[in-house]
Structures are given as structure tokens and as C-alpha cells.
């Protein structure tokens, strides 16, 4: 088994001679002090020297391995910032229903099903992904039982949409959950009913699918390592060095310590406990939070962090706005737990040194967590934790500086920040002047805040170059539309957001995000010059060659010998 790091300790003897040596590169820094250079020398994982040729050469000894880069560009590692590889590959380890359509149609939804249940006889659960309802309403359709049953009337059938705001159910799903007219509505969510009835519908919103979830067998720890295995091999094969997975529980934190004790976690991976059981039941979520948390912590993991949802998504109407959804109701969506549970809570973990990454998509949700930060800063005893808005999908204008003023960090998810189908008909629900103000990146960083990014795989696609490329362009990169949605930012900032911010936001800045001495060494090498090409079209087909994490190669995309190589397919969603 290769182990790809070890636990020298430091007080060890070491060789005068740098580990690793490149040369000849077009090395972009990162750091204003010295922006570029053409050659690095690593050390024990670290930088320890960079300049010219003649900078580095005095440490090449006879064990050093050194890189002639021919003249390519080089960088340091991608830092994605949220991301599900346990949401997006699991149910395919597990042989759940996976359609494999962007927007499947009610007729392609129907034939998936039957074709499953079909395959699979023996299983009691159907149980899968995606369906959108905007292909529903466009056939003049109602999703839900109703239209389920016809399908598939005597086996539990529950199927999640593409946000995993919305799970469509049948009446033998909500027989065996135990769901009925009387079951009252989770804090987090709500059962869609019959207005006449109050009959469920079988359409459960945000938190209210957990009911369905805790009468369904949990996912294996088995299936959930191979889903993370892959997830973290392609990452590093597409320059990610760091990462959080937002939403663990005990069983999927087993599943990455595994991982890690085998040698395989290529990057390094801060995982955040679910504070609430929408997405899967967590066993055991206080025991992790007050200390369990600790037993999986290494150099390339810890759980140090908590998921919250503050509130919904857009297609079900359920994010928490500043003014009504549209002008003909006073429904501005609701957040799922109350102001003071947050405030308390922000602060209890504030103290204990734990990162709140708070789901907010709407304007109303992030103005409540700021106020909660604020309220916490304020308290005794807190440690000024950098607690992170997660999608920052609304923003109100008057809160953008307090990004900055409070030490939050604004994570935005790139699926929705360019023209694409997926804007112009889940998104288009929030109206037009709420998507002109939609992910404002360039609002955040103009106020001095510290803006990420976060794939969301599987609620878009887990390639990072993809987010680049649109934050410098805020147009399609193939060409779908000629449109643009948003203000753009420029290469250089773009690529603070997606390698020092990240550092910043995971508390890791003063030793990595930068190539600088004394720095970790994760450096990517790639087949193109993002500052000599024409971003649009062509920064998102980005190949690395490259990747290197605290100076090991985790990723060589050239030499077939290599270990490091994976010639595995990219894991595709659609
Ligand atoms: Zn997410």
C-alpha cells in the first residue's frame, strides 16, 4: 500500500537537500511580494526556496527528485469549499435509481422507474434522483403521489429533485414513514397537503424528507468510502489540494478516516457535522460536536466544522427573503429554526472553536446569520471562529461589508452565476431584480470580504475550472447563450478566490494558498497559461498535469508509470 505522507517528527535529522525540485516552470505565486517565478525547491513538504534556476540549485543533493517543466505554467492547488461526493456517488455505489438526465421529462421520469423496478425485484426501496418540477409544470403535470401511485403503486417509491430541496414520494413511501394527515410539520420544513384535506401530497419539503430517510436502511460505510474515494481521486486529478464536505455524520466520518489511515485522502478535507437530519439521520451528533470529533483529526482531516440550514431553496419557494417571493402573497419563505436558536448556537460553537457553514440562498437567511455572528463576537468567551455563508445566492447590498467587518467568509456555487438552462428555469423564481444582485462575488471582495467557491456537486458539475472560467466571464463556456448574468471579476482575483481565500476560509492561510517559503507545497501544473489565453471557452477545459499536495505528487497525468496517475473516468452527473 502506498501511503502518501508520513509522520517524521520534527526534531528528526534532516538532509540539507530539498525533496523536490522544479525548474524551468512559468510559476504563478499567488503572492504579491513576488507574483511569478521559474523554479521552486521543496523540503519536508514545504517551500524553501524559489527564484531562478540559480536559487534552487545549491539544494539539489543525489536523493532530490527534480522536475524540468519545459516552460509550463504552475500555480497552487484549487481549494473548493464545499462539495458532496457522498451526496453525488453514493446512491451509484449503492445502486440506487440515477435517471442520468439533466431535466428529465414526467414521461423519462416514469420510464426510469419502471426500469428500475423492473431490475431490481427484490429490492424494497426505489429510491433515487432527480426529477425538476419546472419539466413537470411544463407537461401540465402535478408532481407528487397522485401521479407517483399511477406509476407505481405497491412498492416505497422516494425520489429527490435536483437541489435536494424537494423529495417526491408515493403512498406506500408515506405508509411505511408513518406519514399521515395528522403528522405535524418538522421545524425545518414542511409536508406539502391538500388545502381541503391537509392530506400530504408527497411532495416534502427541505427537512421534512428526513421523515422518509429514518424508515429507509442507512447508506453502508462501504458504499460511502468508495463514493469519497473517487470524489477525492478526481479532485486531486483536477488541481483540488483542500476541500470541506459539508454534511457528515459518524458513518460517513468512518468512511474518510478510512480513507485517510490507507494513504488515499490526496487532499486535505475539513468535514462539517449536520446540525439537523434533512439531508440523512446523524447518530451520535453531539457526542462528534463535543469531542468524538477529534478521534478523526490528521493532517489532511478534521471535523472542526457544523452544516446548518438556515433556510431553503429556490423551486419549492423556500429560501428566507427580505420582501415577499412576488407581489401577490406575503409568503418571504421562513428560516427553519428561530433567531435566538442560532445566536446561541453560532456562539456555543464560536467557543469551541467550530466553523458554522450556514446554508443561506436567500437575503433575508444571510442578513439573520450575520446578525447571529455579530451577536457572538459580542459575547464572552468566543474565538472568532471564520464562519461561512454557504451559496450566498441573495445578498442585500448593506450586508456586503460585513463580510469583511465580522470575519465571515461568502461562498458562492457556480451553477447558477452563468446563463444556462438550469438559471433560466429553476432560478428564474426568484425574480428579476433579485437574480441582477444573484452571486455577487465581485460585491463581496469590492467591500473587502473574502469570497470562495464551493462546486455543490451534485447540484452542479464537481469540475472547479468550470467556476473559473465563469467568474472571469459570467457567460456560458459552451456557448449555450450569448447572455451574460452578473459582473465579472478579473483572472487574478478569480484565482485568489479559488487558492488563498480557501486557505483563509479553512483557517490554514499563514501555511498554504500561496507558493511561498515556509509555505505547504501544493502546487498544480497545467497544459495551458490561464494569463495567455482567451478565457472564455477555453479555462474550463483546463488539463493538470500536476498535483502536487505538501509537496507529495498525488496527481501525473503524462507518465503512465506514475502512481499517481488515475485513469479513471471523470465521475459525470448528467
Ligand atoms: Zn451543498
Redesign the pocket.
Known amino acids: 500500500m502506498r501511503v502518501l505522507y508520513d509522520h517524521r517528527p520534527s526534531h528528526s535529522g534532516h538532509s540539507a537537500y530539498a525533496d523536490l525540485v522544479l525548474i524551468n516552470g512559468s510559476i504563478y505565486t499567488g503572492d504579491p511580494g513576488l507574483p511569478w517565478c521559474r523554479a521552486l525547491a521543496v523540503a519536508r513538504g514545504r517551500i524553501v526556496a524559489r527564484g531562478d534556476r540559480s536559487d534552487v540549485e545549491h539544494l539539489i543533493g543525489a536523493q532530490t527528485k527534480v522536475t524540468d517543466l519545459g516552460g509550463r505554467f504552475a500555480m497552487p492547488g484549487l481549494y473548493d469549499m464545499?462539495?458532496?461526493p457522498d451526496?453525488a456517488l453514493a446512491p451509484r455505489y449503492a445502486d440506487d435509481l440515477d435517471i442520468g438526465i439533466v431535466d428529465p421529462t414526467p414521461d423519462q421520469v416514469r420510464d426510469a422507474i419502471l426500469a428500475y423496478a423492473a431490475k431490481h425485484p427484490n429490492r424494497e426501496w426505489i429510491y433515487g434522483q432527480y426529477f425538476v418540477r419546472y419539466t413537470f409544470r411544463q407537461a401540465g403535470l402535478v408532481p407528487g403521489k397522485d401521479w407517483l401511485d399511477q406509476v407505481m403503486p405497491d412498492r416505497p417509491v422516494a425520489l429527490l429533485d435536483r437541489m435536494?430541496g424537494t423529495m417526491m414520494v408515493n403512498s406506500e413511501a408515506l405508509r411505511r414513514a408513518g406519514i399521515t394527515a395528522t403528522t405535524p410539520d418538522p421545524a425545518n420544513g414542511y409536508l406539502e397537503r391538500s388545502p381541503a384535506s391537509g392530506e400530504p401530497t408527497g411532495l416534502l419539503i427541505d427537512g421534512a424528507y428526513a421523515l422518509i430517510h429514518a424508515a429507509m436502511p442507512p447508506t453502508p460505510v462501504p458504499v460511502l468510502r468508495a463514493a469519497y474515494r473517487d470524489g477525492v481521486r478526481y479532485q486531486s486529478a483536477r488541481g483540488v489540494v483542500s476541500t470541506k464536505y459539508?454534511?457528515v455524520c459518524e458513518n460517513r466520518l468512518n468512511a474518510l478516516q478510512s480513507l485517510d489511515h490507507a494513504g488515499e485522502l490526496t487532499l486535505r478535507v475539513e468535514a462539517a457535522i449536520s446540525w439537523q437530519d434533512d439531508i440523512f439521520p446523524v447518530r451520535r451528533r453531539w457526542e462528534l460536536l463535543a469531542g468524538e470529533r477529534h478521534y478523526y483529526r490528521s493532517a489532511r482531516l478534521n471535523a472542526n466544522a457544523v452544516?446548518f440550514h438556515f433556510d431553503g431553496t429556490v423551486e419549492p419557494r423556500s429560501s428566507y427573503l427580505m420582501t415577499p417571493w412576488d407581489g401577490n402573497s406575503t409568503w418571504s419563505g421562513k428560516l427553519n429554526l428561530t433567531p435566538e436558536h442560532l445566536a446561541d448556537m453560532i456562539w456555543d460553537m464560536d467557543r469551541q472553536g467550530i466553523r458554522v457553514i450556514a446554508?443561506c440562498t436567500g437575503d433575508a437567511a444571510s442578513d439573520t446569520f450575520l446578525d447571529a455572528v455579530e451577536g457572538a463576537r459580542r459575547r464572552p468567551g468566543g474565538l472568532c471562529v471564520r464562519h461561512q455563508c454557504?451559496?450566498s445566492t441573495i445578498l442585500h447590498g448593506g450586508n456586503l461589508k460585513r463580510f469583511r467587518d465580522l470575519g465571515v467568509t461568502a461562498e458562492f456555487?457556480p451553477v447558477s452565476w452563468y446563463p444556462s438552462k438550469f438559471v433560466s428555469g429553476a432560478r428564474s423564481g426568484y425574480g428579476a431584480e433579485r437574480l441582477s444582485r444573484a452571486y455577487n462575488i465581485k460585491g463581496v471582495l469590492e467591500a473587502g470580504g473574502v469570497a470562495v467557491i464551493?462546486t455543490?456537486w451534485p447540484?452542479s458539475p464537481l469540475d472547479p475550472w468550470i467556476a473559473l472560467e465563469t467568474m472571469v466571464t459570467r457567460a456560458n463556456p459552451w456557448g449555450e447563450s450569448e447572455d451574460r448574468f452578473g459582473e465579472p471579476i478579473a483572472l487574478p482575483q478569480a484565482i485568489d478566490v479559488m487558492t488563498k481565500n480557501g486557505a483563509w476560509s479553512m483557517g490554514i492561510d499563514h501555511e498554504a494558498g500561496t507558493l511561498e517559503i515556509g509555505k505547504s507545497a501544493d502546487i498544480i501544473v497545467l497544459d495551458r497559461n490561464l494569463f495567455e489565453i482567451e478565457p472564455q471557452g477555453n479555462i474550463h477545459a483546463t488539463k493538470v498535469d500536476l498535483t502536487f499536495v505538501q509537496g507529495q505528487l498525488v496527481h501525473d497525468r503524462l507518465n503512465d508509470k506514475s502512481e499517481a496517475v488515475w485513469h479513471g473516468e471523470a465521475p459525470q452527473l448528467w
Open positions: 464545499h462539495t458532496h451526496l435536494w459539508v454534511h452544516k446554508h454557504a451559496h456555487s464551493g455543490d447540484v
